[in-house]
Antibody, heavy 118, light 110 residues
Framework: EVQLVESGGGLVQPGGSLRLSCAAS????????MNWVRQAPGKGLEWVSY????????YYADSVKGRFTISRDNAKNSLYLQMNTLRADDTAVYYC???????????WGQGTLVTVSS | QSVLTQPPSVSAAPGQKVTISCSGS????????VSWYQQLPETAPKLLIY???KRPSGIPDRFSGSKSGTSATLGITGLQTGDEAEYYC???????????FGGGTKLTVL
C-alpha cells in the first residue's frame, strides 16, 4: 500500500525556518517524481515545488522561490522541504504528492500544518 | 486569482449529471494534460482524472474528463450525496514552469 506521511509542521515566528519531511513507503520511491502542494486555511490548492527522480531538476512557485528548498534522499525514501524566511502567508497545510510523470498527483499524504505567527 | 478558471460552485439533484469547467490558455491547458482532483471536507485531495480523460484504478466511470482547446471539463453522472466536495483542475504551465490549479468548485448535491 502506498503511504506518504508528512511531519515537521508546527508554529513558527515570522522570519523563522522549518524543515518538512515526507516518508514514503509501499512503492519504489526513486522511480517517482515528487511535489509539495499547500493549502491555506479555507483556500484552494497551491503547488509549491517539484523534484525529479534523481533530484537533478527542481521547480518552485514564484511565491517561495529563493526561500524554500526541495530535496530528497532516495536511500531513505524521504522527501524534504526546507522553508526559510517564513511569512504569515506561508501558513497552510503542506502535502507531499507522488507524481508518476506529467504533473498529475496520484497519491497524497495526510498533510502537516505550518502556522507562521508571532 | 488562479491561472485556471473554475466556477465557484455548482449544484444538482441526486441521480442527475453535472459538469465543471476549467478554462486556461495555450501555455497551460492548450498544450498539456489536465488532471482533476476531489477533496472531501478535512481530507487530502484525491486524483479523479489524469491525462485529460483517464481514470485511476478504483475511480468509478461516473467520473469523466474531456479537453478541447484551452478548456477542460469534468463530468459526474448519477450524483450521490457522497460526491459533495471541492473539485480542482490542474496542469503544467509552460510559461511559468509551474503546476497551476483552478480555484476550486464546490459541488452541492441537493
Amino acid at each position: 500500500e502506498v503511504q506518504l506521511v508528512e511531519s515537521g509542521g508546527g508554529l513558527v515566528q515570522p522570519g523563522g525556518s522549518l524543515r518538512l519531511s515526507c516518508a514514503a513507503s509501499g512503492f519504489t520511491f526513486s522511480s517517482y517524481e515528487m511535489n509539495w502542494v499547500r493549502q491555506a486555511p479555507g483556500k484552494g490548492l497551491e503547488w509549491v515545488s517539484y523534484i525529479s527522480r534523481r533530484g537533478s531538476t527542481l521547480y518552485y512557485a514564484d511565491s517561495v522561490k529563493g526561500r524554500f528548498t526541495i530535496s530528497r534522499d532516495n536511500a531513505k525514501n524521504s522527501l524534504y522541504l526546507q522553508m526559510n524566511t517564513l511569512r504569515a502567508d506561508d501558513t497552510a497545510v503542506y502535502y507531499c504528492a507522488r507524481d508518476p510523470g506529467g504533473r498529475s498527483f496520484d497519491y497524497w499524504g495526510q498533510g502537516t500544518l505550518v502556522t507562521v505567527s508571532s | 486569482q488562479s491561472v485556471l478558471t473554475q466556477p465557484p460552485s455548482v449544484s444538482a439533484a441526486p441521480g442527475q449529471k453535472v459538469t465543471i469547467s476549467c478554462s486556461g490558455s495555450n501555455s497551460n491547458i492548450g498544450n498539456n494534460y489536465v488532471s482533476w482532483y476531489q477533496q472531501l471536507p478535512e481530507t487530502a485531495p484525491k486524483l479523479l482524472i489524469y491525462d485529460n480523460n483517464k481514470r485511476p484504478s478504483g475511480i468509478p466511470d461516473r467520473f469523466s474528463g474531456s479537453k478541447s482547446g484551452t478548456s477542460a471539463t469534468l463530468g459526474i453522472t448519477g450524483l450521490q450525496t457522497g460526491d459533495e466536495a471541492e473539485y480542482y483542475c490542474g496542469t503544467w504551465d509552460n510559461s511559468l514552469s509551474a503546476v497551476v490549479f483552478g480555484g476550486g468548485t464546490k459541488l452541492t448535491v441537493l
